[in-house]
T-cell receptor, first 116, second 114 residues
């Protein structure tokens, strides 16, 4: 079983729809949670960054983390055709003793298409 | 544009050969990370350097090695290449080390082994 599971989709929605993207994880040491967007043949671009549990909002994007359920979500409101991309969740955690480490563990990515 | 640069953009080489991928981090960033992205494995962490020292290692093959130079640029060396090494190789950088620091990715090097 992978440490991070993400439904690869593909997901196709009409313009203006609310999109929900999700990841589950198994490693309790994960403390930092990120969402990256990757356009075809480009490098991943950091969208949202959350520490521990809670919600974070940035414009049309909302990230949620539920550590008790080991479940994270990204919501996109008023989706646009320009949001069409692969969305990757990523996580990192702590060594024993509390030192954080920079290795990111990624989900497989969800392919999103927003059609006009 | 993330500010991270990678060269070359594309590389085509034969099995058994050796290649070097180069990465320049964002100005001010001390950490460099290397990742491999393939269709079947997704994005996998290979190795991290912080200010010239190796900081963390992932599932990096023994045929692969990396280093970070005093000017903070990094190189990933891949040797005895196999068909399965064909993938996108990304470099990322962050200002510090550890999960608390945001990582910014470069555009990647697409390696094709024939």
């Amino acid at each position: 079983q992978k440490e991070v599971e993400q439904d690869p989709g593909p997901l196709s929605v009409p313009e203006g729809a609310i999109v929900s993207l999700n990841c589950t994880y198994s490693n309790s040491a994960f403390q930092y949670f990120m969402w990256y967007r990757q356009y075809s043949r480009k490098g991943p671009e950091l969208l949202m960054y959350t520490y521990s549990s809670g919600n974070k909002e940035d414009g049309r994007f909302t990230a949620q983390v539920d550590k008790s359920s080991k479940y994270i979500s990204l919501f996109i409101r008023d989706s646009q055709p320009s949001d069409s991309a692969t969305y990757l969740c990523a996580m990192s955690g702590l060594y024993a003793g509390g030192t954080s480490y920079g290795k990111l563990t990624f989900g497989q990515g969800t392919i999103l298409t927003v059609h006009p | 544009d993330s500010g991270v640069t990678q060269t070359p953009k594309h590389l085509i080489t034969a099995t058994g050969q050796r290649v070097t991928l180069r990465c320049s981090p964002r100005s001010g960033d001390l950490s460099v990370y290397w990742y491999q992205q393939s269709l079947d494995q997704g994005l996998q962490f290979l190795i991290q350097y912080y200010n010239g020292e190796e900081r963390a290692k992932g599932n990096i093959l023994e045929r692969f090695s990396a280093q970070q130079f005093p000017d903070l640029h990094s190189e990933l060396n891949l040797s005895s290449l196999e068909l399965g090494d064909s993938a996108l190789y990304f470099c990322a950088s962050s200002v510090g080390t550890g999960g608390v620091y945001e990582q910014y990715f470069g555009p990647g090097t697409r390696l094709t082994v024939t």
